[in-house]
């Protein structure tokens, strides 16, 4: 979707439709209307409003002798979030398009008493309106298919007043939430893609062609790189595909040359068959979504290189497909990861866990100033969690907190569990350092927690399990089935809130 924003005022715009989102008071509510009917030269009559009261989740399609507008509730004003705001455009919008509609014009909510001050209102709206308008479309082959679910341009505008002081404040939101909702979408279509598309040696090619639009960098290390340097977790994973491995580092560098960068780790399982610890048949075509935390990484990249945020930032992404075979791995095999501590394997579909220690081992040689991994790890965060919120854990609580800050903003979020020592017995092994799994029903997603803290460095470390939260089943507002691209929100605002910080 095209995202613009219009300087020169309201009566340049011509649209399909006209969207504005309206609060429930009153009084508010009346000034509205009053001011569409009056920006719109139209009349609403009060029968076009008989149900709509503004309430939260209401949506009111209106045609008048002129246009087509469409208004979306938020409630009242004291109740009102940047969600609602987000959700409120995205619920518009489903709404367009169900009216095959192709341009919209969409009013920046015109209140500057909000605290979380307009610009960030206008962001809110921009990434409701591309988040809102995401439908995975590459494979149908049918225009009418490929067609039937988007809108083509959105033209921001705001009232005439709130321009007079705020036009650049308004732009910038609108531009970042441009920026933001497209890496999200990014994700979200990396993830869609199939495994016999997207698999390590197609992965790293799609990757390294999109960076090439952006001024970032990306590293491919192959077979060979990956066995001289003694990554022996993501190796074995890897052995009973056909597609061979790959690592890739991705390097943005905004800050100062030398200054410490922050890592973004993500889980690249292009394919998770369990591997000779074989999943069951039911819901297996899921597992091409198991690679959701790597996307985000590179819808990371994307966002921070766009918005040129005044940092440097590493991404790390190792890239396998679990696959049995006479070749694969087997539950009894003791592995040597890149650090040199020896896995038993208990089962090897706890493969997310092996691939992500070389990662974290690795990355201590970045010097980070801290690392977040993303990983669709375990099914036991959906039992915890639901598909409601990722979950967190680590060993620096305020690199925790700042995650938590972040996840609140852009309720991309996050909750955390505990790391306590009790449960690090569970992953002991009689005979190597560590094993991967076998706790039974216990603390499933804390116990690969533990694992993946076996193999971290000297550095401020937070992994996020997003196996509820990155692919779903079913459309929630703005969020659709399947990959939802999460983590890619939460983590760029993370850094944003970061180089505000340090400038
Ligand atoms: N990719 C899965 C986790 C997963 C499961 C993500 C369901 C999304 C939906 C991961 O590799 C896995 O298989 N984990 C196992 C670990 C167990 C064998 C210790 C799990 O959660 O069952
Ligand atoms: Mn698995
Ligand atoms: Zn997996």
Redesign the pocket.
Known sequence: MKITFERSGFDKIKADAYLFLCYEDKKLFDDQIKHIQKILKTKITELNLEDFKGKTGQAALIYTNKCRIILSGLGKKENVTLEKIRVGVSRILKKAISLKIKKVAVEILNDESLKEGISEVARAEAIGCILGNYHFTKYYTTKDKKDQSSIRQAVFFADKQLMEKHARELEKGVRSGSIIGNATNYARDLGNEPSNVLYPESYCNILVEKSKEGNYTTEVLDLEDIKKLGMGAVLEVAKGSEHEPRFMIMRYNGGEEGEKPYVVIGKG?TF?S?GI?L?PPA?MA??K??MCGSAAVAGIFEAVSKLGLKLNLVGLIPMVE?MPDGNSLKPGDVITAYNGKTIEID?T????RLILADALSYAAEFNPKSVIDMA?????V?VALGNVTSAVMGNNQELIDKLSVAGNETYDRVWQLPLFEEYDKLIDSDIADVK????GRQA?TIT?GMFLQRFIGDYPWAHIDI?GTA?RDSKQDFLPKYATGAGVRLVTQYLINEETLTS
Do not use: C, F, Q, R
Request: aromatic content about 0%; proline content about 0%; charged content about 15%.
């Open positions: 399982v998770d369990g610890s999943k819901g899921m597992m979504l198991d679990n089962n579909d706890a493969e997310g669709t790890l375990t099914g036991a959906i991967n799994g076998g706790t499933g690969a196996a692919m």
